[in-house]
């Protein structure tokens, strides 16, 4: 089992940025790829973006995609996601997710082992 702990949420303006962390313990040598995903109030989790581990190739939601980047610390067991031109339909909590299945997904099933999620509220 993997634990997962996410930093970096926050309330920030239309247009600012923020950098979420999560930080991988446990049983690392098992995951496969990290991902992000995103539930905002009365809807459900959905897909933000995802790393495989090892070769670092990434996938992105339409939604985020030139604005979201993904990037990872093997040596730190950290997934980054820096979030950039904010906008108010970007706000709700943020969880990282890991995965030993040997291929990228955007689907939350997939995923092994959850974060307790961080708040991004993004105001106009």
């Known amino acids: 089992q993997v634990q997962l702990v996410e930093s970096g949420g926050g309330l920030v303006q239309a247009g600012g940025s923020l950098r979420l962390s999560c930080v991988a313990s446990?049983?690392?040598?098992?995951?496969?790829?990290m991902g992000w995903f995103h539930q905002a109030p009365g809807k459900e989790r959905e897909f933000v973006s995802t790393i495989r581990w090892v070769y670092g190739s990434t996938y992105y939601a339409d939604s985020v995609k030139g604005r979201f980047i993904i990037s990872k610390d093997n040596a730190k067991n950290t997934v980054y996601l820096q979030m950039n031109s904010l906008v108010p339909e970007d706000t709700a909590v943020y969880y990282c997710?890991?995965?030993?299945?040997?291929?990228?997904?955007?689907?939350?099933?997939?995923?092994?082992?959850w974060g307790q999620g961080t708040q991004v509220t993004v105001s106009s």
């Open positions: 997710a890991a995965s030993i299945r040997p291929y990228l997904s955007t689907v939350p099933a997939d995923f092994d082992s």
């Open positions: 446990g049983r690392t040598s098992n995951m496969h790829a």
